[in-house]
């Protein structure tokens, strides 16, 4: 089946650093999406990526969506406390105009360091 | 709250009881998604369903798992005879019409079931 690799697995940063994270597949996804979970929630999306060469914004983070359509990376700059949590990316065979459902990658924890 | 809602939010069960978690989608959304999460793991897909329609349940066990979204009312996630290897998390996700601005799977605070 479909996988979705993502690296690091874990990562241990100082207040203020920036952060980057990516994520590879062996297989096609024509959407890309990024999300961040809280321990005890629900996974909350960050941003999503419908284009392959898309680069997108949403404040401190920034995403990509790789020109090969098998992957995607996400920045996050200047970190702060409240990005302590776990990233997921996740991937769709459908365009911005099907539904399906989703695969996942095993996730990133961010863990900033006082 | 206009977001996905679901309920209970903890769930305990013995061994051989059913477990029903109920999931209602933000408004103005007709697409469920049901997803499952192991400890330390990502979600996996286990079914999308619109308004009285299974659309794929490929990543359903193929035993004591159904699920179903009413004309009326919640969708429902129902799993019979429970085992240990039950005992996960399981997030509900709703989105809009494809090709809609609001396509993006937006996920629910999630139901944790512990099976004793």
């Known amino acids: 089946g479909q996988q979705l690799n993502q690296s690091p697995q874990s990562m241990f940063i100082q207040e203020g650093e920036d952060v980057s994270m990516n994520c590879t597949s062996s297989s096609i996804f024509n959407t890309w999406l990024w999300y961040k979970q809280d321990p005890g929630e629900g996974p909350v999306l960050l941003i999503a990526l419908y284009k392959a060469g898309e680069l997108t914004s949403n404040g401190r983070l920034t995403a990509q969506f790789g020109i090969t359509r098998k992957d995607s990376f996400l920045n996050i700059s200047a970190s702060i406390p409240s990005d302590v949590g776990i990233y997921f990316c996740?991937?769709?065979?459908?365009?911005?105009?099907?539904?399906?459902?989703?695969?996942f990658g095993k996730g990133t924890h961010l863990i900033i360091q006082p | 709250n206009a977001g996905v809602m679901q309920n209970p939010r903890h769930l305990v069960r013995r061994r051989g009881q059913e477990a029903r978690l109920r999931c209602s989608p933000m408004?103005?959304?007709?697409?469920v998604y049901w997803y499952r999460q192991l400890p330390e793991e990502g979600l996996k897909f286990m079914v999308y369903?619109?308004?009285?329609?299974?659309?794929?349940e490929s990543g359903m066990p193929k035993e004591r798992f159904s699920a179903e979204f009413p004309k009326e009312g919640p969708s429902i996630l129902r799993i019979q005879q429970v085992v240990r290897g039950d005992s996960a998390a399981y997030f509900c996700?709703?989105?809009?019409?494809?090709?809609?601005?609001?396509?993006?799977?937006?996920f629910g605070p999630g139901t944790r079931l512990t099976v004793t």
């Open positions: 369903l619109q308004k009285e329609n299974i659309i794929d």
């Open positions: 996740a991937g769709s065979i459908h365009s911005g105009g099907g539904a399906d459902g989703l695969t």
């Open positions: 408004k103005g959304h007709s697409h």
């Open positions: 996700a709703s989105s809009g019409e494809p090709g809609h601005p609001t396509y993006e799977q937006y």
